[in-house]
């Protein structure tokens, strides 16, 4: 496959198609890993993550879909934030709106025909779309930099206080209670027609399965969107949004698009999670909670994709790990992990990491 | 004389909410507005000053003195942050974030482990003064009064001494300030010292009025920096009437409708502010200046 | 009768018949016990003791032989606040460590994050805080003191003592709602009137417009029904503006110890209906804070969820051993046959089998001018009475939901 970028010939070529101009964006300028030995490398971890329900227990499998819940937001995270130069506390707000409007749909549709499915499309949609309005609001109102995490912060809050009231039997939409602050229960997991019985995904194998494969998915497609023009002017934007907007890119379309994007990612978390556990509560649009994600893509690497859903994963399981086995020191081993990160790897552990392995195997080659 | 009593109590409302949004975001606005560090870790600081003045107190030491330990307390502790951590952060703004955050980890885990869930306090002094049908709390006039005077202390140390010409220009231009010999890198130290010691000196303040838990920071981070940032990166300029609007809006929605509205209608007026002015009150004020 | 060797050989064998045909308990290794309990975050104040609670009551059964013989194992883990870390750790507990029995909670939300998870793998679960009321669900046993408790008791006695004008304080959600609901409709049956109501959201401490709004009310008496540490700075603000009103609470002073940690006379006058606290001077309570103080001399305070703690160990280890078997369905039949019931710190408790909650003597605790507790008054036996009335009946069927008084269980 051809290193060279996209110019614009060879897109309008008619010999060359758009699924193998999409599949050479796979690799590319903005992602990290290229090349046969990359790709074999993915591979084998994909088909290890197969096979490793039947090596496993119940629990770990469900735990293991657990952490996959949470990759969707870090992946958005990361596409708003690091490659778009957004810093955004606002995607637990997405996610805790499409949690609500997956909890709102089924409760009031049921769980058959598949209909569950409609209400993960439903509240994905509707996060994107309500984060699609929230970065209109911001990037049309040119507000930039720190005001930008100001403005999510606050509106997380604003609807993390508002939902945390709604106890009273008053507040309900059809069917569903919203019930305030103890959190909205009794909605259906995710459901698979079919005709010997519904197959009802509740943690365990069969979701597992469906969340990797929703992970494989997605990670390919957002490599494909950030190699193409798009992802390319995401990250001129980030680097120098005078120099982008001179060449005559409208950056205010871009930075929304790209909030868009990393809101319907929180929103497909926020659906995943409720469906995953069966309950969704304000505290999940909290200060701690908008934090969070933060972190783990702070932690993690947030300049590269791959870096992002790895590191990701990494982290949760590790403050999972430590909270189960260090106690009362959790806390303080996750602070220090932080302050160190910051010192001595700034672009993210897993992302220094793939680097110094990049280089180690370039050194060896000559 | 009925229309006396409800103008005084709702001014009363209005410097009480006031107070606490100056009092609070000084240290930040300092931290923030001077050096474009986000200091999440602001809440702790106002731990450390809280508990320190509470432990003073209790040992025996008369309530402003206690407050003074608290605030030197919270700024040796910045000093010394600065010194190990913050330094290497001053051109990466997003990067503080992480790392105050880890260190805010590690001060509520770590003074949980070491002092316990809770801590005994020391009482309100100054006890009440009544006014009509109602009473009031006349340390909180105290606390009021503080606010004002904070503001006029800080102008006078930041535009009247050596060391706020020093620092000031430090942070606008600090190739030119090292050039002409000033020692950055203490100048750094000191001033972040000094926006620590501010957020003790608020802990301090307000320690006799609330519960000394270690997180009890959380109540304060959201208000100082949605004031602070509202305010722009002037803490005179901005803070300073960014606190006077919000605290109205605070006071009169909380009046009105309760503390839900009061709450809420903080947030999206920030929201709003932000919104119409994208460089915060500073940056809109500025513009007159000219 | 001399036992000659041959005997002695039959009556062995005898024995040994016997025994291998008792209830196989002893053989069967430890009972294990999972706790998922707040030890750190903005929960810890209250609930560190619980887990301590926990452990004295194991050391003491365990000394006394355990469980039929069987040892009781704790596993415990740090659900630091966060209702997620509910999730994620009582799914491990129950299919992971496979834990018997678990004891889990302390906010309602945790308790709603992980009731999902506990049906889905019919799990046992005792939630031993008290609670705005409503849970009917069998698999969980409540040993926290609900509303009709609390309330029923606390109102109509501060009516007749200060007056019949009440200014209801609760924080904005759930618990705080419910039980206003709860105050509205007592004071209403008992003839009073609500002069006001305000509700806090969670988190604010700033109080100088709420103490107006009281004072400028006709209030005799202010409910205070606020929760966490930064809703509890209204008493030091409200002392310093000398208010002056006597205050009635059902989560205050029982469960945080807030005369203990805020300075005398914030707290001054205050009345409290609670199942335990340190101060009760009988002497099973006597007794129980000495064991406590034995094994745990810094224990900051042993508050009403300790003691709950500590009688749903002994609890179960009752209903284990009437039922000769840790099974689930077991042990709800013999909860279902109404009496079990134990001798505790607290005095004599029942569970009731319709609910699955626990029968409470209440104690109205007095905050004196320099923080000292006096009772007033005792009520004895108070059953939660509330849930089987409205049509809530687990030996029949389990809805596994939550009802509140504007939001019963369907008519039958």
């Known amino acids: 496959m051809s290193n060279a970028p996209n110019t614009p010939e060879q897109i309008s070529h008619s010999s060359r198609s758009t699924v193998s101009t999409w599949l050479a964006r796979l690799e590319g300028p903005q992602t990290m890993g290229r090349g046969p030995a990359f790709w074999v490398a993915m591979a084998a971890l994909v088909l290890a993550a197969s096979c490793y329900p039947a090596f496993s227990d ?216 409720t469906a995953w556990g069966q309950y969704i509560t304000p505290s999940s649009m909290g200060l701690t909670a908008a934090a969070l994600p933060i972190v783990w893509v702070a932690v993690g690497g947030r300049r590269d994709i791959t870096a992002t859903l790895l590191g990701s994963i990494l982290v949760i399981a590790g403050f999972q790990t430590l909270t189960i086995y260090g106690s009362q020191y959790a806390l303080i081993v996750m602070g220090a992990l932080l302050v160190f990160t910051v010192l001595v790897a700034p672009d993210g552990l897993i992302a220094t990491a793939m680097d110094w392995i990049g280089r180690t195997l370039r050194r060896t080659k000559r | 004389m009925d229309f006396f009593h409800t103008i005084f109590s709702v001014m009363y409302q209005f410097g009480d909410a006031f107070a606490f949004l100056v009092i609070s975001c000084a240290g930040l606005a300092v931290i923030f507005g001077m050096m474009g560090i986000i200091n999440l870790a602001h809440g702790e600081f ?81 006890g009440s003064m009544a006014l009509g049908e109602r009473s009031y709390s006349i340390y909180r006039l105290v606390l009021f009064a503080t606010s004002i005077g904070l503001l006029g202390s800080l102008y006078l140390l930041f535009y009247r001494t050596r060391f706020g010409v020093i620092s000031r220009a430090t942070i606008q231009k600090p190739a030119m300030a090292r050039a002409l010999g000033v020692d950055t890198r203490r100048v750094y130290g000191l001033t972040f010292g000094l926006g620590a010691g501010l957020a003790g000196l608020a802990g301090g303040l307000y320690a006799p009025t609330m519960t000394m838990v270690p997180t009890m920071g959380a109540t304060f981070i959201v208000e100082s920096f949605v004031t602070v940032v509202v305010g722009g990166a002037d803490i005179f300029v901005g803070a300073a009437p960014a606190a006077a609007v919000l605290a109205i809006i605070r006071a009169s929605l909380t009046a009105w409708y309760g503390h839900l509205f009061g709450q809420i209608g903080l947030l999206v007026a920030v929201i709003v502010v932000i919104r119409v002015m994208p460089g915060g009150l500073s940056g809109f004020l500025k513009r007159f200046q000219r | 009768m001399t036992l000659t060797p041959h005997g002695m050989r039959f009556a062995a064998l005898f024995v040994g018949a016997a025994i291998s045909g008792m209830p196989a308990l002893a053989q069967e290794g430890p009972i294990r016990i999972g706790v998922l309990e707040d030890q750190s975050g903005d929960f810890a104040a209250a609930t560190a003791v619980k887990v301590h609670a926990i452990e004295l009551a194991t050391k003491e059964i365990n000394d006394a032989g355990g469980i039929a013989g069987r040892p009781i194992e704790l596993v415990i883990y740090d659900t630091q606040s966060d209702n997620r870390r509910y999730q994620e750790f009582m799914r491990r507990v129950l299919q992971q460590d496979e834990v018997d029995v678990v004891f889990a909670g302390f906010s309602s939300a945790s308790r709603e994050a992980y009731r999902p998870i506990a049906n889905q793998f019919d799990g046992l679960v005792f939630y031993n805080n008290q609670y705005e009321g409503g849970v009917c669900d069998d698999n969980m046993i409540v040993t926290g003191a609900v509303p009709e408790q609390q309330f029923s008791t606390l109102i109509p006695w501060m009516m007749e003592e200060f007056g019949p004008n009440v200014y209801t304080l609760a924080a904005d959600y759930n618990f705080g709602q419910i039980s206003a609901e709860w105050v509205r409709q007592i004071v209403a049956e ?81 009345f409290v209906t609670t199942n335990y606290i340190e101060e009760i001077d009988t002497p099973a309570s006597n007794d129980f804070v000495e064991r406590f103080r034995a094994m745990f001399p810094d224990e900051p305070y042993i508050n009403q969820e300790a003691a709950n703690s500590y009688i749903a160990v002994n609890l179960y280890k009752q209903m284990v051993e009437r039922a000769g078997t840790t099974d689930h369905d077991a042990i709800r039949a013999v909860l279902g046959e ?42 004895e036996n108070i059953e939660p009475y509330w849930l089987g009335d409205a049509g809530c009946d687990l030996t029949k069927n389990d809805p596994s939901a939550q009802y509140t008084p504007s939001n019963p269980p369907p008519a039958q």
């Open chain 2, 46 to 126: 106002i731990m450390c000053g809280a508990y320190v003045t509470s432990a003073a107190g209790r040992a025996g030491l008369p309530l402003p003195l206690a407050i003074l330990c608290g605030a030197l307390a919270a700024a040796i502790v910045g000093i010394v942050v600065e010194r190990l951590v913050i330094r290497h952060l001053y051109q990466r703004p997003l990067d503080s974030i992480i790392a105050t955050w880890g260190i805010s980890l590690i001060a509520t885990q770590g003074v949980l482990i070491l002092l316990g869930p809770t801590m005994a306090g020391v009482g309100t002094p100054l």
């Open chain 3, 190 to 270: 008992n003839g009073g009137t609500m002069v006001g109501e305000e509700f806090i959201p969670l988190g604010v401490s700033q109080f100088s417009q709420t103490i107006q709004n009281i004072q400028e009310s006709d209030a005799d008496f202010v409910v205070t029904l606020l929760v966490g540490s930064a809703q509890a700075s209204y008493y030091e603000q409200a002392a310093s503006a000398d208010v002056g009103l006597p205050m009635a609470s059902s989560v205050n002073v029982g469960q945080g110890y807030e005369h203990k940690r805020f300075n005398p006379p914030s707290l001054a006058n205050m």
């Open chain 1, 58 to 273: 119940p629990y770990t499998i469900g735990n293991a879909a657990y952490f996959m819940v949470w990759t969707f937001m870090a992946m958005g995270l990361g596409i708003v934030w690091g490659y778009c130069g957004v810093l955004s506390f606002g995607q637990t707000a997405f996610f805790g709106l499409a949690g609500y409007a997956y909890g709102v749909v089924t409760i009031n549709v049921g769980a058959a025909f598949g209909l569950t499915w409609l209400a993960l499309v439903l509240s994905v949609a509707i996060g994107g779309a309500f984060a699609l309005l929230i970065g209109y609001f911001m990037f049309y109102g040119r507000i930039k930099g720190v005001f930008i995490g100001i403005v999510t912060l606050s509106v997380t809050l604003v609807l993390e206080t508002f939902m945390a009231q709604t106890a009273g039997p008053n507040w309900r939409i059809g069917d569903a209670r919203l019930n305030g602050f103890n959190g909205m229960s009794g909605m259906p997991p995710l459901t698979v027609p079919w005709p010997g019985g519904d197959i009802v995904l509740y943690s365990g194998t069969a979701l597992y399965f469906v969340l990797l494969a929703m992970v494989v998915v997605c990670y390919l497609g957002l490599r494909m969107l950030l190699n193409a023009p798009f992802g390319n002017v995401l990250v001129a934007i980030r680097e120098n949004p005078e120099r982008a907007e001179m060449l005559g890119y409208d950056i205010r379309l871009y930075q929304t698009l790209a909030f868009g994007l990393g809101g319907a990612l929180a929103a497909l978390s926020g659906t995943l999670y």
């Open chain 3, 338 to 379: 109404g009496d079990v019931c134990f001798d505790g710190p607290s005095g004599n408790v029942c569970l009731d089998p319709q609910s699955q909650h626990m029968s409470h003597t209440i104690y109205l605790a007095k905050v004196g001018d320099d923080h000292s507790i006096t009772f007033p008054r005792v009520w």
